[in-house]
């Protein structure tokens, strides 16, 4: 009977140890590439409450620190209008669209994008052939629209696709989750940002 106690009692151990260890590895940006989103002027001093906008950066900033510098990328979206005059035609990029200066730059990964979802840049799925890269946390702006099709399109083409609900913004508390609820539903994982800071 207490050989049994005792097998029980290991075995619960065991299964503790197990799940967390499984849960600090999973919380580890380890090899992942940071996908940085949209955090540009237009949004961040524009259209974003100042206090909200500098508490997106100053998370999103602890994770680049504590991320590979090489695996850091930086998606800026840009917008062109077409400009007719008696002089002919040109091509007008809107202002306001360049990264926010109070965010750490640390690669010169940086690439563009013309639709909602990061990997519509071509530049983007170059540079993700030739590293060979599969897994991604997405950070940055807005939850609802760029950074969701971001990740959902991410799952699409078979990448691990993760996300720190600290380091996003939303239009909303509320269309916020709700994005993050489907991006979840849809085999998004989700990281918590305390963790990555305790074990890194």
Known sequence: M????????????????????????????????????????????EAMVAEDAKNLIDVVNKVIEISDADKVIYIEAVAAMLDISLTGLSVQFMQGLYLDDRLKIVSENKFAKNKPSAFTSEQLIRFIKERKARDFVVVGLMAEHCLLETLLEGVKLGYNMYMIPDAIAGESDESKAAALEKAMKSGVKTMEFKNLMISN
């Open 2 to 45: 207490n050989n049994l106690i005792l097998f029980s009692v290991v075995f619960v151990v065991f299964l503790i140890s197990r799940t967390t260890s499984y849960a600090q590895e999973n919380q580890s940006l380890k090899g992942k590439y940071i996908i940085v989103l949209d955090i540009q002027d237009i949004a961040t001093k």
